[in-house]
């Protein structure tokens, strides 16, 4: 596609559910990393994908967050027994590669737990 | 960790006034990216700066990387409705190890408001 496309746009679950979010990155790039805003705050570091390589994952909360990455393309960010402080909207990025390669956002997901 | 302190925190000005925000940082950064995020949307790329003292316009936006390499401001000119949005500046995580500049530390923004 055009940009990063992800989904849902929006997403309400009751605490202790599992959720899924999903993100297309844009073709061809090869770095893909996701992101937590919270309400008023910047965006916070989650987890980094880049080609085959291991994903730095120092930015996960919590063992509750987890995410993968299929086939160098699609990933999916999956959050277990949500919490009400997992509230926020979550982004994703994709760049060429590595190094300060310009970072390309989507629209994000808005997840609320109830 | 590295921390990005950026202010104001909100703005509300008058069509047609210059704005000005501005980050600072206790480390060195090698880069410096400004982002504008509007409502519902992902950040977008504004301008991004490469070297200390550096000086780039875009349009109505023009942004200095402060020679201490600790500082960088963003300056938009002559403000339109559409210029509403959070402005973040951002810049990469420098691993200990000296890898990759990926992870990007963001401050927590600048909410513009612009009456008409």
């Known amino acids: 596609g055009a940009g990063v496309s992800q989904s849902p746009s929006n997403k309400v679950t009751e605490k202790g559910k599992d959720v899924e979010l999903r993100c297309d990155p844009i073709?061809?790039?090869?770095?893909l990393y996701w992101y937590r805003q919270s309400l008023g705050q910047g965006l916070e570091f989650l987890i980094y994908?880049?080609?085959?390589?291991?994903?730095?994952k120092s930015g996960l909360p919590s063992d509750r967050f987890s995410a993968e990455r299929t086939g160098g393309s699609v990933s999916t960010l999956t959050i277990q027994r949500t919490q009400q402080e997992d509230s926020a909207v979550y982004l994703c990025?994709?760049?060429?590669?590595?190094?300060?390669?310009?970072?390309?956002f989507g629209a994000g997901t808005r997840l609320s737990v109830l | 960790g590295q921390q990005l302190n950026q202010s104001p925190q909100s703005m509300f000005i008058q069509e047609g006034e210059d704005v000005s925000m501005n980050c600072t940082s206790s480390?060195?950064?090698?880069?410096w990216l400004w982002y504008k995020q509007e409502p519902g949307e992902g950040p977008v790329l504004l301008i991004a700066?490469?070297?200390?003292?550096e000086l780039t316009s875009n349009g109505r936006l023009t942004a200095q990387f402060g020679i201490t390499r600790k500082d960088s401001f963003l300056n938009i000119s002559a403000s339109i409705p559409s210029d509403v949005g959070i402005y973040f500046c951002?810049?990469?995580?420098?691993?200990?190890?000296?890898?990759?500049?990926?992870?990007?530390?963001f401050g927590k923004g600048t909410l513009l408001t612009v009456n008409p």
């Open positions: 990025a994709s760049s060429l590669g590595q190094g300060v390669n310009i970072q390309y």
């Open positions: 073709s061809g790039h090869t770095a």
């Open positions: 994908f880049q080609g085959n390589s291991a994903p730095d």
């Open positions: 480390s060195i950064f090698n880069t």
């Open positions: 700066l490469y070297k200390a003292g």
């Open positions: 951002a810049g990469p995580f420098l691993k200990n190890s000296g890898g990759s500049n990926y992870k990007l530390t």
